[in-house]
């Protein structure tokens, strides 16, 4: 009997190591793809032309990205400045608040949340939101970098908070009975103990928020305009990820055009793949 067992258990062994050496060759064939794609077009426009460069007009031979980088970097950070106190809070309250009831109804609603098309997204937002902020600030459209940023903060809400609430739920019951029987009150234990004993969760959360917010398009094309201005918060912008939809489609194949959006791509990657790195070395950093 052991001996099948363990044929069994090698059986089992090997799929696991398969799906794991599956999902890191994608990862590399991914990352291969990008750079033979996008390193062709950098070199013949120039690394500092193309990174710093304020005017994008492929028919004109400009092709600087500097507005899209600065554009998705204000959208996200915007989007996290909202997202992050709303998700804590709303996690906070699942785990630590609400009765088993009402956090049951609410954690489906979030994750329902979570399961919408951004296309959804970016169709309410069209409807509603850019019209609201239009009237809102008396301008003559309301597809602006501020519509998109509140969409973004939406669509990241189910991330922080699902992942939040759980790592919330992990946190032992005795550090918060410790912080209550030294006198601290209910809402200072969980500020000052729980939220600090699940930072690690929470920042699983952020990350996932994060690559989110920066890798969305079809929703933020909707609201943002899909115009290559520099950064206004009442302006129509556009985003890393909706240059890329908006113009592939008609670029010609093989074209320095075609060849610069794969590069967009690829500074896309690469700049989702830095924030990662270093939000997780903050995190590394602050637990020990």
């Known amino acids: 009997m052991k001996r099948p067992a363990k044929r069994i258990e090698k059986v089992f062994h090997g799929i696991f190591l398969g799906c794991g050496l599956l999902s890191v060759f994608f990862v590399v064939g991914i990352s291969a793809y990008l750079i033979i794609s996008g390193v062709p077009a950098i070199k013949e426009i120039g690394l500092v032309e193309f990174m710093l460069g304020q005017l994008w007009s492929p028919s004109q031979g400009q092709f600087g ?18 997202g992050i106190p709303l998700g804590l809070l709303a996690a906070l309250f699942l785990s630590k608040y609400a009765g088993p009831k ?55 809400l189910p991330y922080i ?22 006198g601290a009150t209910r809402t200072e234990t969980y500020f ?4 600090l ?14 690559g989110r917010a920066l890798g969305e398009a079809m929703a933020i094309i909707m ?23 908006g113009e592939m489609s ?26 990662n790195v270093v939000l997780n070395l903050i995190v590394r950093k602050e637990e020990k």
């Open 65 to 82: 990205i500097l507005p899209f980088i600065l554009t998705s970097l204000y959208g996200t950070a915007g989007a996290i400045l909202i």
């Open 161 to 182: 908070v699902n992942v939040s609430a759980t790592a919330l739920d992990a946190v032992p019951q005795e550090y918060e009975e410790g912080s209550l029987a030294l």
């Open 197 to 210: 004993t699940a930072r690690s969760g929470i920042a699983a959360g952020i990350v996932q928020g994060v």
């Open 223 to 245: 609201v943002a305009g899909n115009v290559a201005n520099m950064p206004h918060i009442f302006g129509s912008v556009r985003f890393l990820t909706t240059a890329i939809v």
């Open 102 to 156: 009402t956090s049951r109804i609410i954690r489906s609603s979030v994750e329902l949340l979570a399961g919408i098309p951004s296309v959804v997204y970016g169709l309410v937002g069209m409807i509603v939101l850019v019209p609201a902020v239009q009237n809102a600030f008396s301008l003559s459209s309301g597809a602006t970098l501020l519509a998109a940023i509140i969409v973004l903060a939406i669509m990241i």
């Open 250 to 275: 008609y670029a010609s194949y093989g074209s320095l055009h075609r060849d610069a959006l794969f590069s967009i791509g690829l500074i896309l990657f690469i700049l989702i793949v830095l924030i």
């Open 192 to 195: 000052k103990v729980s939220l």
